[in-house]
């Protein structure tokens, strides 16, 4: 399994990144995919999951800015993100569970990680 982030960048307070996440060796519907950031010095957080029915989850921190989803035709996982703030600013995770979502929360959930893509947001 493979999974490689692309779409970071820097961006403006009040701005929009649009991250993607391309797979290789599952398919995304039968996995809990997930998002994540880490800064420097804090635990890894979780910012968005979805599993094989479409459904979503959000912590209260991103939701209603950050929108995940997920292509089965082609096997890539997307996240956008939209009226950036400056503590959005971390280094961005795509993961892969083939258990439930159930404890998407947890990075331990995951077996699966990317490399990560860096979002700067200046203020």
């Known amino acids: 399994v493979q999974l490689v982030e692309s779409g970071g960048g820097s961006v403006p307070s009040g701005g929009s990144l649009r991250l993607s996440c391309l797979t290789r060796?599952?398919?995304?519907?039968?996995?809990?995919m997930g998002w994540f950031r880490q800064v420097p010095g804090k635990e890894r957080e979780g910012v968005a999951s979805i599993n094989g029915d479409g459904r979503t989850s959000y912590p209260d921190s991103v939701k209603g800015r950050f929108t995940i989803s997920q292509n089965n035709a082609d096997n890539t996982m997307h996240l956008h993100m939209t009226t950036l703030k400056v503590e959005d600013t971390a280094m961005y995770y795509c993961?892969?569970?083939?258990?439930?979502?159930?404890?998407?929360?947890?990075?331990?959930?995951?077996?699966?990680w990317g490399q990560g893509t860096q979002v700067i947001v200046s203020s």
């Open positions: 060796g599952l398919n995304v519907y039968r996995f809990c």
């Open positions: 993961a892969a569970s083939s258990g439930a979502c159930g404890t998407w929360r947890s990075q331990m959930t995951f077996g699966y």
